[in-house]
């Protein structure tokens, strides 16, 4: 039996696109290492991107910010660009909310430093206070500029905490940052208002933390004396201000409570946002420790964190002294409930046009012809797309599919795992024998390869499940005509199972083809 979830659940929160993230302190990792993952919850296109590290000459400009077609209108605003940019990898998309693309939540970048953006909603009052328009850099490029620019997560923290000090932050409601780097991890939450709010708290070695969205509890006052907490210097006097902490009362001050969402009957922790709260995620994890890169994988691939909406997949580890072009990072190139993590490093010289920009659902695609720019990447198999078609054949019956598909992709990552050591050996070895450009090579091959294979088992999975679905008689065709979602808060495809709809979400373990 088949349980879905009720549209009705879904629709008590209104934000359906958000993004996790998880950050796993280092004494709780197999290998002593920090490890971040998260998905990337975005309706658009996802491709991969590996940028160069960049020189720019005195005074360029960067142009950041959101326009007047954002959800929360603004006006963009050029700032100054540093001298020299870091390399980074990440997963671009086309769309969100009306922010002009490329847009990002984040990757790793050549100094080991990670960073996953995820929303964080704030209170109705101070939303309502945002200036229209609105100025400051927004989400994307904050994250941006912190894989740009930051060599530590400390220094990320106090990059954002500078940009918005001198230029103003732009948003949709508030949003949160987690970076992290081999020692730690850091929180950041940046409030909409258009008031330059913003907090952070360091996350230890022995933490686990899950952000969806983030969140912030107790927090110091006197956090300017705290190696532990960053803030904007408003961020306590402001809520006591408006009337939102009391400090006169003997409720410690609670960033949370100041400044969260009051709508609905959230909590930091254990809202009901989605299928499992915060805390009921951060307890699986921690169930899993001493966590392995494995294990991570296997987190994110829950169905109910990964489904139509997870854009994609990535859990990096972070080890200190890491020779930047090995750092490696996994990437699933969608919803990794159906799609297999694959193996990138800094050090890979290009991304294979299949994994690159292509147009099926990029914003204005529909309304606008290809440009011949794009033209031979454009020819080529996308895939984001092929592995949505495994996703949408899969999740037409979880209880049958789910175990041989999920079955496919552990051993694939298996294999690419065993792979691991003697290709990173090898590249090591070049390195100390003075071939870094050999070592390049060697990656890159092994990236691509690994990446074309993953492709070729995506297709062969697509046909498999048409031709079982079709000759079988499970094929469903559409029974009306509409084809897009009618927006937020409806029900979207997912491989949910053995789902009990009148149990409240964070109370359930429907883990029965969960492997
Ligand atoms: C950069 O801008 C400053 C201030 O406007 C100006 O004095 C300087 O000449 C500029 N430098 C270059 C290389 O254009
Ligand atoms: C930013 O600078 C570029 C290049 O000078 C210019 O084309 C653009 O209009 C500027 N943007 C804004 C918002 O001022
Ligand atoms: C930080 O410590 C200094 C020295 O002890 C003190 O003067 C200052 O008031 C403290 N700041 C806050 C915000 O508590
Ligand atoms: C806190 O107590 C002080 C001293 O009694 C008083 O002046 C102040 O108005 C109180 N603040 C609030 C927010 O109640
Ligand atoms: C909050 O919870 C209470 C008690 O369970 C319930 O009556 C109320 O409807 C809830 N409010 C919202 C906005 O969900
Ligand atoms: C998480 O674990 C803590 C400590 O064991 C427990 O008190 C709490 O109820 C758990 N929360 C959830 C949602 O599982
Ligand atoms: C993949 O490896 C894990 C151990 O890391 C093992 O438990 C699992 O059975 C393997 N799965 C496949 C399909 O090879």
Not at 102 to 111: A, D, I, M, Q, R
Not at 113 to 122: E, F, G, I, T, Y
Not at 414 to 432: G, I, K, P, T
Request: proline letters at 6%.
């Amino acid at each position: 039996m088949l349980f879905r979830i009720l549209p009705s659940l879904a629709l008590l929160f209104n934000v359906t696109t958000a993004s996790y993230a998880f950050y796993v302190g280092k004494s709780l990792t197999a290998d002593g290492s920090v490890m971040v993952g998260g998905t990337g919850e975005e309706v658009s296109s996802h491709w991969l991107e590996i940028f160069p590290a960049k020189d720019y000459p005195p005074n360029t400009t960067l142009e950041v910010g959101v326009t007047e077609q954002a959800s929360m209108p603004g006006r963009r605003l050029n700032i100054s660009q540093a001298a020299h940019t870091f390399r980074y990898i990440s997963m671009e998309y086309s769309d969100y909310e009306g922010f002009p693309a490329p847009l990002t939540n984040g990757g790793v970048n050549e100094k080991g430093v990670a960073v996953r953006d995820v929303w964080a909603q704030n209170r109705d009052d101070l939303i309502a206070m945002t200036p229209n328009p609105q100025t400051g850099l927004q989400y994307s490029d904050l994250a941006r500029i912190v894989m740009e620019r930051a060599s530590s997560a400390r220094e990320g923290v106090e990059i954002i905490g500078q940009l918005i000090s001198e230029y103003g932050y732009a948003d949709y409601g508030g949003n949160s940052h987690l970076i992290a780097d081999a020692n730690e991890g850091w929180i950041v939450w940046e409030m909409s208002g258009g008031k330059k709010l913003w907090a952070a708290e360091r996350l230890g070695t022995d933490v686990v933390r899950v952000l969806y969205p983030g969140y912030i509890e107790n927090f110091p006052v006197d956090f300017e004396n705290s190696t532990n907490y960053m803030g904007s210097p408003n961020i306590v006097s402001f809520a006591v201000e408006q009337g939102w902490w009391n400090p006169n009362s003997s409720e410690p001050f609670n960033v949370w409570k100041a400044y969260g969402t009051a709508s609905g009957n959230y909590t930091a922790r254990d809202g009901g946002y989605k299928y499992m709260s915060q805390a009921a995620l951060e307890n699986a994890t921690l169930a899993m420790a001493p966590v392995t890169e494995k294990d991570l994988i296997a987190r994110l691939r829950d169905f109910r964190i990964a489904d139509d909406e997870a854009g994609y997949g990535q859990v990096v580890s972070l080890h200190p002294d890491m020779d930047p072009d090995l750092i490696r990072i996994w990437v699933a190139p969608t919803g990794s409930v159906t799609a297999p993590f694959n193996p990138w490093w800094l050090g890979v010289k290009s991304v294979p046009s299949e994994y690159g920009q292509h147009r099926y659902l990029t914003a204005d695609a529909a309304s606008t012809f290809l440009d011949p720019d794009f033209q031979s990447q454009e020819a080529t198999d996308f895939a984001c797309r092929i592995f949505k078609q495994v996703l949408y054949y899969t999740c037409s019956d979880p209880d049958a599919f789910l175990p041989i598909v999920q079955d496919m992709l552990h051993g694939f990552e298996n294999a690419s795992f065993a792979d691991l050591s003697w290709v990173e050996r090898s590249a090591e070895l070049l390195v100390q024998n003075g071939q870094r450009e050999d070592a390049l090579d060697l990656l890159t091959f092994y990236a691509h390869t690994r990446a074309e294979k993953a492709l070729a088992l995506g297709k062969t999975m697509v046909n498999a499940l048409d031709a079982y679905i079709k000759l079988t008689g499970r094929f469903r065709g559409p029974s009306g005509k509409r084809i897009n979602d009618p927006g937020r808060g409806a029900e979207t495809v997912n491989c949910l199972v053995g789902w009990d709809p009148d149990q409240p979400p964070f109370l359930q373990t429907p883990m029965r083809v969960q492997t």
